[in-house]
């Protein structure tokens, strides 16, 4: 089994400690700052509604309302004006900073949450006073969202200046290249903090590869192909300082003799969870072709190779869905989880639970929990032998098992411990192979599919892509049904997958 994730071989391969740029840790991230505001403005908003709420039952003479109506009130007003704002997109730091604009657009965002309010007001008889209250009230709620976004406006600013508010890179290379771009960073009031260098050249020796966390056996030509060993020790390296130091940006700056390795290289970051963006130089681009680029480094462009799909409350919102319908599901289904652990007991003698080596979120590998539907093997073998239609070790109850995919309901564990979510990317074994070839060398964006934790189900499943995998193009169709969905996920998709799942995913064809 591998080491854990977050652990490299010790010695020279390991070019992220060689090469350390001191204290790297912002006293403040953006992302901090941002989650500030929003629990401010939610504060705000749902002070200043309650308020108007209880005057205006007040003067309609209805007497003080409740505090559990008011408390209600003031929090689904909250969440419209907050809803309102990321629409508008009211939450990018760089906007932030406009603090007259950012603060035009929290007062648009309270006139459009309290518009039905203000219209109800209106409606009542503006001789006691009401229209006159309603609008100091509102005007009072559009104060307090200004006030607290010219705050955070003008503190980010603040720190900015300072450089207490930042965010962690790691730089990809070591030469003049990635020098320069330290050196922009270190100039640039906005710029970030340089986690450490990954010199390409300090991972020569490939003999301590097999130890690199996460990544061993993903290819066969690992042993032997410097270059492929060498790129997956880099993506390992990189990895650590993602974990250790939380980098948010992977900059890859290399010279142009390292140029030729670029492609498989930056093939291999994909699988991470950060933004890897590529210096002009490396590519030997014209930094004046890309001048329109969003993403500068002391007003140096630079090129987006990937992003990570879900970040920030998106990560959030979906953790905690997932982790919540599990949680339902569990409860809901508890008797057939009893009465299938009960059958394979008497059914076959051996361990209930199956449990395998799975790849899964970030290049690490986790242990799956599966319903056992195999005869119990004398001892354990590390060679992967893919079950087959009709096979001799699947006894009656597990073939029936794994044609309804019931075995599969114990992976509602690793979905509230955190392994895995309701729908994503199914995990595979470290050794998976399609017509003979490991899954990330026959398909080319195959490691992209590490950016978001693994599935019980996902887009590739409910279109048919499930099963053996005999033929190249069977796992290449399940990388670009699984990318499909990490670019396009939104709550409506994962509903219209797990309704699909309901209704015509548990029995297939291809599930034996």
């Known amino acids: 089994m591998a080491a854990d994730a977050g652990d490299l071989a010790a010695g020279p391969a390991d070019p992220a400690a060689t090469f350390p740029c001191g204290p790297v840790e912002a006293r403040v991230s953006r992302w901090r700052l941002i989650a500030a505001l929003q ?50 997109g009211a939450y990018d730091f760089a906007g932030l900073l ?24 209106m409606m009542f008889d503006s001789h006691a006073g009401l229209w006159r209250s309603s609008s ?21 600013g603040v720190l900015l200046v300072a450089r207490r508010i930042s965010h962690n890179v790691a730089i990809v290379g070591a030469g003049a290249e990635a020098q320069n771009c330290a050196r922009l960073l270190q100039l640039d009031p906005g ?42 020790e ?29 492609t498989d ?77 009960v059958a394979i007991r008497l059914s076959s003698p051996g361990p209930i639970l199956f449990r395998q080596e799975r790849e899964g979120y970030n290049g690490n590998n986790f242990i799956m929990f599966k319903f056992r539907t195999m005869h119990a093997a004398a001892s354990p073998s590390d060679r992967l ?26 992976q509602l564990l690793n979905v509230l411990r955190g392994d895995m979510w309701l729908v994503g990317p199914r995990p595979h074994s470290p050794l998976a192979m399609a017509a003979g ?8 964006r195959y490691m992209a599919r590490f950016k978001v934790k693994p599935g019980m189900t996902g887009w590739a499943q409910v279109n048919g892509w499930r099963g053996a995998t005999d033929t190249v193009e069977q796992i290449e169709q399940r990388v670009i049904h699984d990318l499909y969905y990490i670019e396009h996920w939104s709550v409506w998709l994962d509903f219209q997958i797990l309704l699909q799942t309901a209704i015509k995913g548990f029995v297939h064809q291809n599930a034996y």
Not at 61 to 85: E, I, K, N, P, Y
Not at 234 to 260: C, F, H, M, N, Y
């Open 39 to 88: 629990v401010a403005e939610a504060l705000a908003a749902a002070i200043s509604s309650a308020k108007w709420l209880s005057d205006i039952m007040a003067d309609e003479g209805g007497g003080r309302s409740s505090l559990f109506d008011m408390l209600r009130f003031g929090v689904a007003v909250a969440l419209v004006v907050h809803f309102v704002l990321r629409s508008l």
């Open 234 to 262: 880099v993506t390992a390296a990189v990895q650590k300082l993602i974990q250790s130091q939380r980098v948010r940006d992977v900059i890859v700056a290399t010279s142009t003799a390292e140029r030729g390795q670029l």
């Open 98 to 121: 406009h603090v007259f604009r950012s603060s035009l657009k929290g007062a648009a965002a309270w006139l459009l949450a309290t518009a039905p309010l203000l219209s109800w007001s």
């Open 437 to 444: 070839q490991r899954y990330s060398a026959a398909a080319k």
């Open 136 to 156: 100091v009230d509102w005007l009072t709620g559009a104060a307090f969202i200004m006030l607290v976004r010219l705050g955070a406006g003008y503190a980010g």
């Open 385 to 410: 032998v893919l079950t087959t239609k009709d096979d001799s070790r699947v006894f009656p109850l597990g073939a029936l098992l794994r044609k309804t995919s019931l075995d599969e309901l114990p």
């Open 265 to 341: 290289l930056v093939r291999g970051l994909l699988c991470l969870p950060a933004r890897v963006l590529l210096w002009p130089a490396s590519i030997g681009i014209d930094p004046e072709w890309m001048a329109s680029s969003e993403f500068k480094v002391g007003g140096m462009p630079l090129l987006l190779a990937s992003a990570p799909p879900l970040d920030g409350w998106h990560w959030v919102l979906k953790d905690v869905q997932d982790r919540i319908l599990a949680f339902l599901l569990v409860i809901l289904c508890s008797p057939v989880l009893a009465g299938i652990a």
């Open 191 to 232: 710029g970030a903090n340089v986690a450490g260098f990954i010199d390409i050249t300090g991972f020569s020796d490939v003999a301590g590869f097999s130890d690199v966390a996460g990544f061993s056996g993903r290819d066969n030509a690992s042993s032997s192909d410097p270059d492929i060993a060498r790129n997956a």
